[in-house]
């Protein structure tokens, strides 16, 4: 019987090596396999050119000129607010609008220039501030003729 049991023994033994051997040639087989497919997969190519001007405004400017050869509408939104020019993104998207920036108590000669160029007769003014602080009360006066509308959001 003791030799019975010493085969069995030595068969589970043997059996437990080998499943630590296939384990072990399992995991280096993934590990192979992993930097074979690491190494070959290509970069991917992307064009990119970088846009900007010295301020701001200039950079909303450029990006305009770039993007829309005309718009119907413009979206303003101040400079110094940075939540205002991330959340008229949708809107910017789904009305086809460009963003323009503006100081909180004034419109830049180019912004009113890039308005002109680009044929715009309706905009949105996306600052949440008091009325007396806001671009709005400028709006009136300084706009291009024929400049219908514009709201606040």
């Excluded at 930097?35 to 305009?64: H, K, M, N, W």
């Excluded at 905009?123 to 709005?136: L, Q």
């Amino acid at each position: 019987m003791s030799v019975e049991n010493d085969k069995e023994k030595g068969g589970v033994k043997l059996r437990t090596k080998l499943r630590k051997l296939g384990v072990l040639l399992g995991l280096l087989l993934t590990f192979w396999l992993l930097e074979v497919a690491i190494a070959s997969a290509a970069p991917l190519s992307c064009q990119t050119t970088r846009v900007f001007g010295d301020t701001c405004i200039e950079t909303g400017i450029y990006i305009s000129q770039i993007g829309w050869q005309q718009a119907g509408t413009v979206l303003f939104a101040r400079t110094d607010d940075v939540p205002d020019s991330l959340v008229s993104v949708p809107l910017s998207h789904r009305l086809n609008a460009p963003i323009l920036l503006t100081y909180p108590a004034q419109l830049e000669p180019p912004v009113l220039t890039e308005i002109e160029r680009l044929g715009a007769k309706h905009g949105f003014i996306s600052n949440p501030i008091e009325e007396k602080n806001s671009v709005r009360q400028f709006f009136k006066s300084r706009l291009p003729l024929g400049f219908t509308k514009n709201l606040r959001l």
